[in-house]
């Protein structure tokens, strides 16, 4: 079946260093999403890219979706400890078609 | 404010004694969804309603299934639970079309003994 693969895994960062995280597919796609899930918690949406070359904005989170629509990055600049949790990407091949998720990746901050 | 809500956050049950999920909405989203989460895994989607048209996941056990008497409200009914069940289940709802953005509940967090 199609899959999304994600990486990193984990990533550890000290408070202040910047973090990124990727999500790549063999598809092109039709729209991608963002959710930032915080430990014991539940999946929260962060943002939707549907556009080739898209890139959005929010405060220290800037969000990409690639040219050819296969693949988007999620940067987060200067990490605070509350940006601690692990985020998902979530894509779709046509609006008629389920999301699919990447595995995801944990933000860890280094005490 | 508009929400989903799940209850209950924590429920414990015994080995193969059936037990129930409840999700309700106040959003008016036509799509509600069952998501099963492990730990540090994505959630795993289980089934959807489309409005009343109930869409299950392939390797969807038949141990699990699903209610929607209604728009605002969705059940998970898990048969008979196995150790394997243990998980977070998560509801989630959209609006529109099944790539839109989920609104997600908390979740129940299913213990099985």
């Known amino acids: 079946g199609q899959q999304v693969m994600q990486i990193p895994q984990y990533q550890h960062v000290q408070e202040g260093e910047d973090f990124t995280t990727y999500c790549n597919s063999s598809?092109?796609?039709?729209?991608i999403q963002w959710y930032k899930q915080r430990p014991g918690g539940h999946p929260v949406f962060l943002i939707q890219?549907?556009?080739s070359g898209e890139v959005k904005k929010q405060k220290r989170l800037t969000f990409q979706f690639g040219e050819a629509k296969k693949n988007s990055s999620l940067h987060i600049t200067a990490t605070q400890t509350t940006d601690v949790g692990t985020y998902f990407c979530?894509?779709?091949?046509?609006?008629?078609?389920?999301?699919?998720w990447g595995a995801g990746t944990k933000l860890i901050i280094k005490p | 404010d508009a929400m989903v809500i799940q209850n209950p956050r924590y429920q414990v049950t015994q080995f193969g004694k059936p037990v129930t999920l409840s999700c309700s909405q106040t959003l008016n989203h036509n799509v509600m969804y069952w998501y099963q989460q492990k730990s540090s895994q994505a959630p795993k989607l289980l089934f959807h309603?489309?409005?009343?048209?109930?869409?299950n996941e392939a390797d969807t056990p038949d141990n699990f299934q699903s209610r929607r008497p209604n728009t605002s409200f969705c059940f998970l009914d898990i048969r008979s639970p196995g150790l394997g069940d243990a998980a977070m289940y998560l509801c989630a709802t959209s609006g529109g079309r099944l790539n839109s953005p989920l609104h997600f509940g908390n979740g129940t967090r299913l213990t099985v003994t």
């Open positions: 598809t092109t796609l039709s729209n």
């Open positions: 309603y489309y409005d009343k048209d109930f869409n």
């Open positions: 979530a894509a779709s091949m046509d609006s008629n078609y389920q999301l699919i």
């Open positions: 890219l549907v556009k």
